[in-house]
């Protein structure tokens, strides 16, 4: 997703008044937000175009603790240092100064009223939504335990994601039956709308968990090379929902991010999945 597309959806939300990209040059970004004389900078990148962008405004900066070190320990050694807190509780930490306090309702997602459901959805009640994708394959199920997985649920699975998931949405779509494939069809607004109309949502560690869990839902995020334990869990979900990954690796994780491939090569963290409990989870 592009700056300009996250722009996009801010855009939605009723409390932001106005936006600024660094797509913008940033000579004509800094010019620009000097003139608006702000009184303060909160720095949740924490990077050095951010610093940089601090120093043009003459202005403090609250930076957000990234925790890499911490981050860096548990990927290398396995040393678990990170702090137990969502990552939304950092992030509000950074703000704390103003007196901004967490009102405990979780996230907010804007979908704008005049979004629709695809006409193929207008008919079927009781669907589970599949966000597929993912930033790294180390993060996503392989298509054939994806297709195993969804063979074990009651209910359609309506498949969501970009166009470099198309072609896996086709595969399942084409080996498992009352599956209905969206991915790269639809906007992320529309994905939002086809999440909160589900019975279930179920996730990678992705942005759509987020989206989610800002929508309440009951939500199975499966893990692969990631843990939850680095504050990027749902945040203020459903009760209901679960977290769905292989314990007691000695190379979970092995990266903070995501890879191509496996560096192992076996993929256990995602080939060990216990497909069974999280088809029972769904299907209640």
Known sequence: ??????????????YI??????????????????AE?????????????????ARALGLKRHAFDKINL???????????????QHIVDRYLESAEFLGIKNDGNGLDFHI??????????????????YAIGGQHNTKKMPVSKIIELVSKV??????IGGTEDQEDGNRIASAAEQVINLCGEVSINQSALIMKESVYVISHDTGMMHIA?????????????????FGMFPYKSDDKSFIAEVNDLSCRPCSKIGYNKCPKGHFK?????????????ING
């Not at 997703?1 to 009723?14: C, F, I, R, V």
Request: charged share 25%; with cysteine.
């Open 37 to 53: 004389k702000f009184d303060a900078f909160i720095d949740l990148h924490n990077n050095l175009r951010t610093k940089r962008l």
């Open 154 to 159: 009651k209910h359609p699975v309506v498949l």
């Open 269 to 281: 963290c995602m080939n060990n999945q216990n497909l069974e409990a999280i088809a029972q989870r």
């Open 112 to 129: 704008p009223t005049e979004t629709r459901l695809p006409e193929v959805l207008r008919d079927i009640e009781h669907y589970v939504c």
């Open 70 to 84: 911490a981050k860096w320990l548990i990927v290398q050694f396995k040393l678990n240092r990170l702090p137990n």
């Open 213 to 229: 869990a800002a929508l309440h839902k009951k939500i199975v995020s499966i893990w692969g090379n990631t843990i939850p334990e």
């Open 1 to 14: 997703m592009t700056k300009k597309s996250y722009g996009k959806l801010l855009a939605q939300n009723p």
């Open 17 to 34: 008044d106005r936006i600024w990209t660094l797509e913008d040059q940033f000579s004509t970004l800094a010019t620009l937000l000097k």
